[in-house]
T-cell receptor
C-alpha cells in the first residue's frame, strides 16, 4: 500500500538555525515526490519536486530536498530559517495511477 | 498568472442543506483533484478526474457526496444532505499527468 509518513507533527527551531523535515514513503517503483507548504488560511504551494535524475533538488525560498532510495526518504532542508518560514509542510507522492497522496504534515514554529 | 479558482471561499450552512463547491482549473490542465482537509485526518483525496472523466472517487462518502466536471473549465463537488462532520476545508487542485498539482485557496465549509 502507498503511504507517506511525516514522523514529526510539530518542529520548533530558532530563527537562523538549520532545518530538516523528515518524510518517508512506501512505494515499489521510483516515486515522484513533492514538498508543499501551506500558510494559514491558504492553499498549498509547491516548494520542490523530484521525478528522476539528481537526487538533490533545489526549490523555492531556499529549500532543498534529498531523495535517498535506500532509506525511502525525501527529507526537506534549509540551512537558515526565517520567521516567514513558519507554516505547515506536506510531503507527497504520486502513485502509479497518478493519485497524489499527502503525508499528515509537519507544523514548523520559529523562535525569535 | 494562472491559478485555480474556488468558490465560495467560505460557506456556513445548516445541517441537511445542499452545498455546492465550484472549481475552475488552470486552462490546459487535464487532471483535477478534490481534497478535504481536517485537523484529524489531514489532506484526504476525495476524487480526481482526467480529461473530465472520473478516475477514482473511492475517498468520497457515496451516499451524500458527488463530484462532476460539466466542462473542462468547471469542476463541482456537492454534498446533499450536509452534516456537521462535513465541516472542513475543501481544496481543488489541477495539473497534468505525472506532474505537480496546483491548488486553489480552498472552500471553508461549516455545517451547523
Amino acid at each position: 500500500a502507498q503511504s507517506v509518513t511525516q514522523p514529526d507533527i510539530h518542529i520548533t527551531v530558532s530563527e537562523g538555525a538549520s532545518l530538516e523535515l523528515r518524510c518517508n514513503y512506501s512505494y515499489g517503483a521510483t516515486p515522484y515526490l513533492f514538498w508543499y507548504v501551506q500558510s494559514p488560511g491558504q492553499g498549498l504551494q509547491l516548494l520542490l519536486k523530484y521525478f528522476s535524475g539528481d537526487t538533490l533538488v533545489q526549490g523555492i525560498k531556499g529549500f532543498e530536498a534529498e531523495f535517498k532510495r535506500s532509506q525511502s526518504s525525501f527529507n526537506l532542508r534549509k540551512p537558515s530559517v526565517h520567521w516567514s518560514d513558519a507554516a505547515e509542510y506536506f510531503c507527497a507522492v504520486v502513485k502509479g495511477d497518478d493519485k497524489i497522496i499527502f503525508g499528515k504534515g509537519t507544523r514548523l514554529h520559529i523562535l525569535p | 498568472d494562472a491559478r485555480v479558482t474556488q468558490t465560495p471561499r467560505h460557506k456556513v450552512t445548516e445541517m441537511g442543506q445542499e452545498v455546492t463547491m465550484r472549481c475552475q482549473p488552470i486552462l490546459g490542465h487535464n487532471t483535477v483533484f478534490w481534497y478535504r482537509q481536517t485537523m484529524m485526518q489531514g489532506l484526504e483525496l476525495l476524487a480526481y478526474f482526467r480529461n473530465r472523466a472520473p478516475l477514482d472517487d473511492s475517498g468520497m462518502p457515496k451516499d451524500r457526496f458527488s463530484a462532476e466536471m460539466p466542462d473542462a473549465t468547471l469542476a463541482t463537488l456537492k454534498i446533499q444532505p450536509s452534516e456537521p462532520r462535513d465541516s472542513a476545508v475543501y481544496f481543488c487542485a489541477s495539473g497534468l499527468i505525472y506532474t505537480e498539482a496546483f491548488f486553489g485557496q480552498g472552500t471553508r465549509l461549516t455545517v451547523v
